[in-house]
């Protein structure tokens, strides 16, 4: 079961329990859709509000610096006083939900500095 459907699943237990009724409708598995296109996110800002966590993604692309000579690539850079972080996406949740996903975040990363590993040994 997904991250998603598990949280909603102890969402509704959770909430049973504390209004002491039992929810009218059924657990219904959640199916993904094909996944959407890929799109670059080279920046990310976390901030909490004291009720939701918003992780903001975004792209941001280095200045284009044009120039024959070392010089002129400078100046070019001299006047660039700050480069734009256009978001990708913005996501609000809980802090129950962020636990969640920082703990299969966790979980994936041990997955991914396994293989990882394994690649460098192979060389």
Do not use: C
């Not at 598995?29 to 009720?51: I, R, T």
């Not at 001299?78 to 996501?91: A, C, G, M, Q, Y």
């Not at 939900?97 to 460098?120: G, I």
């Amino acid at each position: 079961m997904g991250l998603l459907a598990t949280t909603l699943r102890e969402g509704t237990e959770a909430m049973a329990e504390e209004t002491g009724m039992q929810p009218l409708g059924k657990i219904v598995p959640l199916v993904w859709s094909e996944a959407g296109m890929a799109v670059l996110a080279n920046h990310a800002f976390l901030q909490f509000d004291g009720s939701l966590v918003y992780l903001t993604f975004g792209q941001a692309n280095p200045p284009v610096v044009l120039g024959e000579t070392e010089e002129e690539k400078r100046q070019q850079l001299d006047k660039v006083h700050s480069i734009t972080v256009s978001p990708v996406i913005r996501i609000a949740m809980p802090p129950e939900n962020f636990r969640a996903l920082t703990e299969a975040l966790q979980k994936h990363l041990a997955l991914v500095e396994k293989v990882e590993k394994s690649k460098r040994e192979r060389k």
